[in-house]
């Protein structure tokens, strides 16, 4: 709407106060006509202050006591952070705002519901306008005082603590190079290389995913990458993170080093924990903070929350929740559920077990999943951590031939499943006794503040019921982990242009995703 319009300033004053950001991003259309259903919520909002949920569904489904809920800010584009948001790059947000002043809404929403600690992703090389290395490795100076003025913001708007979160491969590094090498049985294969990570990629269903020839013995045999800049490059990257962080005071909550962790399927994800390919054993992460190359890459990333005087057993991996079965409950040889099965796979390789999965199948599931595999990770074991981060989306029965979970079902059985999980969670922490669970990615009880205002959040990006945050929550309240350390982070992100969770999403003025107790 041009300025010179009578109602420009009003229009202006009506999306500041979060009332409405208009018909679409960067506009607000004064003659389109407007539903009694849409004015019944622009009352609400304008007079009462506050966001009611749609018809039926509880807003605030209460956490139970022990557990915090935690912000889920997805990708920062850092190098552009203080450039006007003229693109539309975060698409719910007006285009006459800089990508700084968006993000500062944001932060003051979440602290209003209650979070102080926030995770955030940033590209490595180059994604969501994010470059933190030059093609040398070297750390990029301006996107370093960049991600400054977010912590300063972060710290600004009330929030404490922090968690970075690296893409080290794929997206996160810009394009790959194509290399013609050898595979496991010495054929002459095309694989990707990132500069970033320390395994080669392959095409598959149009996507890229980790090399896993030879069956589930890529860690052992999948060639090093010719490309890769070396983990000192990347260690020094961390440390000046950490430093930022130090400078701002900022706390680093949890260092998220490789989101989603699948050992199931792509054993060579290990080399995040220890490298087999690149780096000497016996080679120290640093001297006199100048950083070496190093197989022992969760070492490391320990080393530096520990010189800069954070927890080093907060240096993690996060792990995903698989899919489970109705009335089927198959354990793996660590003792704990299929339905933490992740958590063994994290488990194995801290503690040198094996990795990879079987060939067993029961009721559409894959049962022991490290029984039959002969893959070991070579590495002395690791520090047990101090947090238990796992992914989770409530995953019930099967849906498909591919073996997806189903997640169209609801009410009690969502609410019984959330309760095994946690039970089943609970029950793997004899491993890790005293740790802090994080349940990462949760579905989240927040209205849109966009067209599809009566939606619910997340839940219209999968075919998830609205009632699955409070259904989840309902779970977790009558399990056996309830009332101990537990951390929410709804999946609620700083997006671009997203039609599942526009940015910055409308629970503002206190009206979170959940509430604590």
Not at 36 to 55: C, F, K
Not at 248 to 253: E, G, H, N, P, R
Request: proline share 7%; hydrophobic share 35%.
């Amino acid at each position: 709407m041009p300025w010179y319009y009578d109602i420009y300033r009003y229009a202006q004053k009506i999306r500041d106060l979060g009332i409405t950001t208009g018909c679409a991003p960067g506009y607000f259309c004064p003659n389109d006509v407007i539903t009694r259903g849409q004015m019944t919520y622009y009352i609400v909002r304008g007079i009462l202050d506050e966001y009611p949920p749609p018809t039926g569904l509880t807003s605030n489904p209460k956490l139970a006591s022990g557990a915090s809920l935690h912000g889920n800010a997805g990708s920062v584009p850092l190098d552009i952070y203080t450039s006007l948001n003229s693109s539309g790059v975060l698409g719910a947000c007006s285009r006459n705002m800089t990508i700084r002043q968006c993000t500062q809404v944001y932060l003051a929403n979440l602290y209003k519901q209650g979070v102080r600690e926030l995770r955030f992703f940033f590209g490595v090389r180059g994604s969501f306008y994010s470059t933190a290395l030059d093609a040398n490795g070297n750390v990029n100076q301006t996107w370093l005082n960049n991600l400054g003025l977010f912590f300063d913001d972060v710290r600004g708007a009330g929030i404490t603590q922090v968690t970075p979160n690296f893409s080290l491969w794929g997206t996160g590094d810009g394009s790959p190079v194509a290399q013609t090498v050898q595979d496991c049985n010495l054929n002459s294969v095309t694989r990707y290389f990132w500069i970033t990570s320390p395994f080669a990629a392959v095409v598959s269903g149009g996507g890229y995913v980790p090399d896993n020839s030879y069956p589930h013995d890529s860690y052992n045999c999948s060639p090093p990458n010719p490309f890769f800049i070396g983990w000192g490059k990347i260690y020094n990257l961390v440390d000046k993170v950490l430093q930022k962080t130090v400078e701002k005071s900022l706390i680093v909550y949890e260092l998220e080093s490789l989101p989603e962790w699948n050992s199931e399927d792509f054993t060579i994800y290990a080399r995040f924990i220890y490298d087999n390919k690149h780096g000497t054993p016996g080679t120290p992460c640093e001297i006199n903070r100048v950083w070496q190359d190093s197989p022992t890459v969760q070492a490391c990333m320990r080393r530096a929350m520990q010189l800069n005087g954070f927890s080093p057993g907060a240096a993690t991996i996060s792990a995903m929740e698989t899919r489970t079965s109705d009335g089927s409950d198959c354990t793996s040889v660590y003792g704990d559920k299929y339905r933490v099965v992740g958590l063994s796979g994290l488990h194995a390789a801290f503690m040198s077990g094996r990795l990879g999965r079987t060939g067993r199948n029961q009721g559409g599931l894959f049962c022991e999943p490290f029984l039959d595999v002969q893959e070991q990770l070579a590495n002395d074991p690791q520090p047990v951590p101090t947090l238990i981060d796992l992914h989770s989306y409530v995953c019930v029965g099967i849906s498909d031939q591919n073996l997806d979970c189903d997640l169209t079902k609801s009410g009690q059985i969502i609410s019984d499943e959330f309760t095994k999980l946690s039970n089943a969670i609970n029950n793997f922490r004899i491993h890790w006794p005293g740790s802090t669970v994080v349940f990462g990615e949760t579905h989240n009880n927040d209205v849109l503040n966009n067209s599809d205002i009566g939606h619910q959040g997340d839940v219209q990006c999968l075919p998830a019921p609205l009632s699955a945050p409070l259904d989840m929550v309902n779970g977790f309240n009558a399990s056996n982990l309830a009332g101990q350390s537990v951390a929410f982070r709804p999946f609620a992100i700083l997006a671009p242009d997203s039609h599942c969770v526009p940015w910055p999403p409308t629970w503002s003025k206190g009206n979170g995703p959940y509430a604590t107790q």
